[in-house]
């Protein structure tokens, strides 16, 4: 039922601040391809990026590959050829930022390393990537924080392919989490041929204009720049600190006297509530009565640990949060999206990405893929990533 993934593993990359996130141009595609490549990149994965914004020329897309080198733990940044790098805080030498872009019409040919990492875009402007000491005492990235309006690239259009490829294949997504501010899908082939992430023809406006017109969400749109997700947007002031409170109360009374089953791959587990706990069988650690932060981040008390048992139920606890069918269905998880974010105090933000995409798919919370609604793929024997930016 539930296949958490770990995109960014290895060493913590450090996000954001503080240290730990005329005529339009005809659509063209770059290839990012090397045959030379896979000589000094075992497992090099053939890449190729479309540029169909209609609004964006080659020239002022900027493509930056970083994250964590599989065999070494290391943070790296990847260059056109597709040779991985350790990174150095000696690289901040563009105003105390690194400058690893790499413009779309100057690529030469690339290929993926084995790593864990993202690859951002952006649009007619740089990002700010910093290279900082990690608690580890070793060189970590510091990435862009776009739902920050202090961080560096916050002005300039951006998002990111999350990805993780190491010798038991590519996994992928595109990831509304943190931020939207660029319609990308992605394609992956191999021993599949899989396409997820594709916006609907307006899509991208219809995000905007929909939010823009609600009056809770309004507040996390940026003009026509972004919008921030509502947890990033609580931290700021920007989004009631207990908008979910009215239904988890009513989750927490409902389930006082009704028994609450939860299906995973270890079984089925029943619970019911008791005082600020809802307590299940099966070895399943008791969870407490989650604020709102809690559900839109699914940290907290709906952390989900590593553990095979806990986890997974916390998963599919907040993603039913985040979807408003806890009240509807005490069986969860529950696979209908007709179904999903149909009361009036539900995560909206993540629904509004889900009714714009081609295939429904997209990962608006962190919990997005139970019962694989997230725009994920995978596979096995990859060989090879295709991005699009699509029309804005």
Sequence with gaps: ?????????????????????????????????????????????????????????????????????????????????????????????????????????????????????????????????????????????????????????????????????????????TSMVDQFSVPIGIRLTGDADQTTGTFEPGGRAAVFETLSADPVFSSLVYDDLRVIAPGHALDQGLFPSDYFDPYIDQ????????????????????????GEQLVFDGGVAPISRPSTRDVLFCDGNLAAPNDGITGPVAAILGAAFNRATLLTAAQQPTDDPAGFYQSEIANHYAAVFHANTVDGKAYGFAFDDVEDFASYIQDHGPSAFEITLTAF
């Design 1 to 173: 039922m539930i296949d958490r993934r770990l995109f960014l593993g290895g060493a913590t990359l450090a996000v954001g601040v503080p240290l730990l996130g005329g005529c339009a141009p005809a659509p063209t595609q770059a290839s990012l391809r090397s045959d030379s490549s896979a000589l000094a990149n075992p497992g090099a994965l053939p890449v190729s990026i479309v540029n169909n914004t209609g609004r964006f020329a080659d020239g002022e897309v900027l493509v930056y590959v970083v994250g964590t080198d599989l065999t070494t733990n290391q943070h790296v940044w990847v260059d056109a050829s597709g040779t991985p790098h350790p990174v150095s805080e000696g690289d901040n030498t563009d105003n105390g930022y690194t400058d690893y872009s790499i413009p779309l019409d100057a690529l030469a040919g690339m290929t993926l390393p084995y790593m864990s990492g993202r690859i951002y875009l952006a649009l007619g402007g740089k990002l700010g990537i910093r290279i900082v000491i990690g608690g580890d005492g070793t060189p970590a990235l510091q990435l862009p924080a776009g739902w920050v309006e202090s961080d560096h690239g916050f002005d300039v259009l951006h998002d990111s392919v999350e990805f993780t490829h190491n010798d038991a294949g590519m996994f992928c997504n």
């Design 251 to 274: 989750v927490w009374s409902h389930y006082a006297s009704t028994d609450l089953t939860v299906t995973t791959n270890a079984g089925t587990f029943t619970g019911r509530v008791q």
